[in-house]
């Protein structure tokens, strides 16, 4: 009996979930049109998005050469070594998933959080896994209230509700307002995000031994993550991994 319960409940779920397909098509989130496909993109733009499910830098997450395999790290990292443990983004942050990225993070367009979840779920499974906490990168109070969404929340919001693991949404704060990261070099930034975030006092006891998943929408040269990574170290984090929707490749011509 409970299972023909179970049956007509979830044949019920797809009907209305069909109907709401055919009286309201799903939006492309690149091209913004409707009823290109069964997902969120059609099927030309998916194939355009370069998803890096192949090797990655475990320290950075950035693609590895065909001479490196899964789990080694790449020559930068072993340079300067990033503050966090592991990093991995779902896909590249190139023209053609750039709509993607800046429809979220400048418009608030949140019909694809559920995608980028899922995405971003596969490409840090490991590290979610190990996880005891999310931690989403936080905005100035100031620019939370002019923006009235902070896209990283969203995302951390998304993949706790897809994976279980419980986030912190005000674990960190941003002590001051920072400009813009968006056509500085690398070295600027870091400048520019240094000692900009800190632990919220009472959030400590979230934190201190705990296996921590830092959540952003882009990781471009690291600054911003760094810094975060640095304030939830000091407070006694046990780890700190990074996930990320998408990750710069080459730092040429970035517009974030």
């Given at each position: 009996m409970a299972r023909d319960m179970e049956q007509r409940q979830s044949r019920s779920k797809a009907f209305l979930r069909n109907a709401a397909d055919f009286l309201?098509?799903?939006?492309?989130?690149?091209?913004?049109?409707?009823?290109?496909?069964?997902?969120?993109?059609?099927?030309?733009?998916?194939?355009?998005?370069?998803?890096?499910?192949?090797?990655v830098c475990d320290r950075c997450g950035t693609p590895l050469g065909a001479e490196l395999d899964e789990g080694e790290i790449c020559a930068v990292c072993i340079a300067r070594p990033p503050r966090w443990d592991r990093a991995r983004a779902a896909f590249v942050y190139d023209p053609a998933s750039r709509r993607l990225v800046l429809d979220l993070k400048r418009s608030g367009r949140?019909?694809?959080?559920g995608t980028?979840?899922?995405?971003?779920?596969?490409?840090?499974?490991?590290?979610?896994?190990?996880?005891?906490?999310?931690?989403?990168?936080p905005l100035h109070y100031g620019r939370l209230a002019t923006r009235g969404f902070n896209q990283s929340a969203w995302l951390g919001g998304a993949l706790s509700r897809r994976t279980g693991v419980p986030m912190v949404v005000d674990a960190l704060k941003r002590t001051r307002r920072t400009p813009t990261q968006g056509g500085l070099s690398a070295r600027a930034r870091r400048r520019n995000v240094a000692g900009a975030f800190a632990l919220r006092p009472n959030r400590a006891g979230h934190i201190q031994g705990k296996r921590v998943l830092l959540i952003d929408d882009v990781l471009t040269t690291g600054a911003t993550l760094g810094a975060c990574t640095r304030a939830l170290r000091r407070a006694g984090a046990r780890q700190v991994d990074v996930l990320v929707l998408a990750r710069v490749v080459r730092e040429t011509d970035v517009t974030i």
């Open positions: 309201w098509p799903p939006r492309s989130l690149v091209s913004r049109e409707r009823g290109l496909g069964k997902g969120p993109l059609a099927p030309h733009e998916f194939s355009q998005i370069h998803f890096l499910s192949g090797a949140r019909d694809g959080l980028f979840a899922g995405w971003m779920a596969q490409a840090g499974r490991t590290l979610l896994d190990e996880a005891d906490v999310i931690v989403p990168v």
